[in-house]
C-alpha cells in the first residue's frame, strides 16, 4: 500500500525489538509523540541475524507484542535482508512526515541521506539512562544461570 501525505503526521521507526524492554517501550512512547500516527517496521529474523545475532523471540511473536502496544498504530515484519534497503523500500511506500531514530543506529548516516531525499523530518532519540538493552539483558540473563 502507498500513502499519500495528509495532515495526520505519520511517524515511521524501526527496530528489531527483540527481548521487549522499557528502553523498547520509551522509544516507541517518545516516537509517537511526535506525529499523530506510529508505523513501526519489525526486522525479520533473517534481518537479525544478518546485522547481530540469532534473535530470542521469533518474528512472530515480536509483532504481536508491538502490535499490542497502546502508542502503535501499525506495525509489520520487514523482509529486506538488511536494515538499509528495508528502510528505503518501506519509506518510499508509507512516505512518513517524522522519522525518529537512535543517535547509537548503526545506519544512522544512511537515514540522514534517506531522509534527506525524501523530505522527511529526523528526530532524533537519545537511549534511556540505564543499560536497556537487548544485548544487556541477554549478559545479565547469561550472569544469572
Given at each position: 500500500?502507498?500513502?499519500?501525505?495528509?495532515?495526520?503526521?505519520?511517524?515511521?521507526?524501526?527496530?528489531?525489538?527483540?527481548?521487549?524492554?522499557?528502553?523498547?517501550?520509551?522509544?516507541?512512547?517518545?516516537?509517537?509523540?511526535q506525529?499523530?500516527?506510529?508505523?513501526?517496521?519489525?526486522?525479520?529474523?533473517?534481518?537479525?541475524?544478518?546485522?547481530?545475532?540469532?534473535?530470542?523471540?521469533g518474528?512472530?511473536d515480536?509483532?504481536l507484542?508491538?502490535?499490542?502496544?497502546?502508542?502503535?498504530?501499525?506495525?509489520?515484519?520487514?523482509?529486506?535482508?538488511?536494515?538499509?534497503?528495508?528502510?528505503?523500500?518501506?519509506?518510499?511506500?508509507?512516505?512518513?512526515?517524522?522519522?525518529?531514530?537512535?543517535?547509537?543506529?548503526q545506519?544512522?548516516?544512511?537515514?540522514?541521506?534517506?531522509?534527506?531525499?525524501?523530505?522527511?523530518?529526523?528526530?532524533?532519540?537519545?537511549?534511556?539512562?540505564?543499560?536497556?538493552?537487548?544485548?544487556?539483558?541477554?549478559?545479565?540473563?547469561?550472569?544469572?544461570?
Amino acid at each position: 500500500m502507498t500513502y499519500i501525505r495528509s495532515c495526520v503526521r505519520r511517524v515511521f521507526v524501526s527496530g528489531c525489538f527483540d527481548l521487549l524492554h522499557t528502553g523498547h517501550l520509551e522509544f516507541l512512547e517518545f516516537a509517537r509523540a511526535q506525529g499523530d500516527y506510529l508505523i513501526v517496521s519489525i526486522a525479520s529474523d533473517e534481518t537479525i541475524r544478518a546485522l547481530k545475532r540469532e534473535p530470542i523471540i521469533g518474528e512472530h511473536d515480536r509483532y504481536l507484542m508491538v502490535r499490542a502496544l497502546r502508542c502503535v498504530d501499525e506495525c509489520f515484519i520487514s523482509r529486506g535482508k538488511n536494515d538499509n534497503d528495508d528502510c528505503l523500500q518501506y519509506v518510499k511506500n508509507f512516505l512518513p512526515d517524522i522519522w525518529v531514530v537512535n543517535y547509537t543506529d548503526q545506519n544512522l548516516a544512511k537515514k540522514v541521506n534517506l531522509a534527506e531525499q525524501f523530505n522527511i523530518g529526523l528526530v532524533y532519540n537519545n537511549r534511556p539512562e540505564g543499560n536497556w538493552s537487548t544485548t544487556h539483558l541477554i549478559e545479565k540473563i547469561k550472569c544469572s544461570v
